[in-house]
Nanobody, 126 residues
Framework: QVQLVESGGGLVQPGGSLRLSCAAS????????IGWFRQAPGKEREGVSCISSSDGSTYYADSVKGRFTISRDNAKSTVYLQMNSLKPEDTAVYYC???????????????????WGQGTQVTVSS
């Protein structure tokens, strides 16, 4: 069965960095887009970044563009989210997700994804 497991969250000071990992199993990572989402208390889940299956194209929400970098290592079945210059507003639970019907139009839409990890907490605070 499809399984996604996030890791790498934690407490970091503003301006600091974290690297999140999403370990995939139960399917061939090469063939699927993987997205990162986050949800802060009292807010809706929002798309942060996505990496496509075909050519490795990357997509970012405006709020993280220039600070976050998504990458994938198909041999390790793992997708990474490098987060630099972190801000308090980046505090949230971060999830990775995938699904078979993701298109360019829905690449940062949570509703387009069928499989989700359990999430990892990221807290940015001094």
């Amino acid at each position: 069965q499809v399984q996604l497991v996030e890791s790498g969250g934690g407490l970091v000071q503003p301006g600091g960095s974290l690297r999140l990992s999403c370990a995939a199993s139960g399917f061939t990572l090469d063939y699927y887009a993987i997205g990162w989402f986050r949800q802060a208390p009292g807010k809706e889940r929002e798309g942060v970044s996505c990496i496509s299956s075909s050519d490795g194209s990357t997509y970012y929400a405006d709020s993280v563009k220039g600070r976050f970098t998504i990458s994938r290592d198909n041999a390790k079945s793992t997708v990474y989210l490098q987060m630099n210059s972190l801000k308090p507003e980046d505090t949230a639970v971060y999830y990775c997700a995938t699904g078979p019907f993701i298109t360019i139009a829905t690449i940062l839409s949570a509703g387009a994804y069928d499989y989700w990890g359990q999430g990892t907490q990221v807290t940015v605070s001094s």
